[in-house]
């Protein structure tokens, strides 16, 4: 089945220790999202990518970054993990860019800073 | 600025109906979805309404009025797998989805 893939479901990292996310897609979508949730917050959008164009939103931090190497893989980098990154992380892919393009949402990883 | 409001929890019996709403106030307006996302999981996508009016997709039914800001989604015939966050979010005129905090939505037998 066609899906988005998010490894590993569960990631623990020490403060400051880097850590990188993994998301890929067999959905040969274009759009490739990263959202990061907070228990009963709703999903903050930090980045975005149509194809190889790079969206950064105006208030994710300096602190993370995103690379997406092929059309299937995403991968979002948090250089110096603080108490406050812990969160849930996810992944997501839509077919275009607009209103009537619905955003499929991989498994998550959620995100554990010691 | 850019707000989704929803109420942050309501709780319903197996078999009856409930109705979530959702207001907003965005910069302009280009389609409204809803998702259901349960306890730990990614949300999943239930429907979207651009124009005026029901749409109705088996026990879930979305309801949207854009002179009023205003959103419902309506599930009848609850089951217990129903307990999850419903997630309202609205695509504004810079094609920005703004997402609610959602609704979590508790089923007692």
């Known amino acids: 089945d066609a899906m988005v893939i998010q490894n590993p479901r569960y990631q623990v990292t020490q403060f400051g220790k880097p850590v990188t996310l993994s998301c890929s897609q067999t959905l040969n979508h274009n759009v490739m999202y990263w959202y990061q949730q907070k228990s009963s917050q709703a999903p903050k959008l930090l980045f975005h990518y149509y194809d190889k164009d790079f969206n950064n939103e105006a208030d994710t931090p300096d602190n993370f970054q995103s690379r997406r190497p092929n059309t299937s893989f995403c991968f979002l980098d948090i250089r110096s993990p603080g108490l406050g990154d812990a969160a849930m992380y996810l992944c997501?892919?839509?077919?275009?860019?607009?209103?009537?393009?619905?955003?499929?949402f991989g498994p998550g990883t959620r995100l554990t800073v010691t | 600025g850019q707000n989704i409001d929803q109420p942050t929890e309501m709780t319903a019996t197996e078999g009856a109906i409930v109705q979530i709403n959702c207001t907003y106030q965005?910069?302009?307006?280009?389609?409204l979805f809803w998702y259901q996302q349960h306890a730990g999981e990614a949300p999943t996508f239930l429907s979207y309404n651009v124009l005026d009016g029901l749409e109705e997709k088996g026990r879930f039914s979305s309801f949207l009025s854009r002179s009023k800001g205003y959103s419902y989604l309506l599930l009848k015939e609850l089951q217990m797998k129903d307990s999850a966050s419903y997630l309202c979010?609205?695509?504004?005129?810079?094609?920005?989805?703004?997402w609610g905090a959602g609704t979590k939505l508790i089923i007692k037998p």
């Open positions: 965005t910069s302009g307006f280009n389609g």
């Open positions: 979010a609205v695509f504004d005129s810079n094609y920005q989805l703004i």
């Open positions: 997501a892919t839509s077919s275009g860019q607009g209103p009537s393009y619905e955003q499929y």
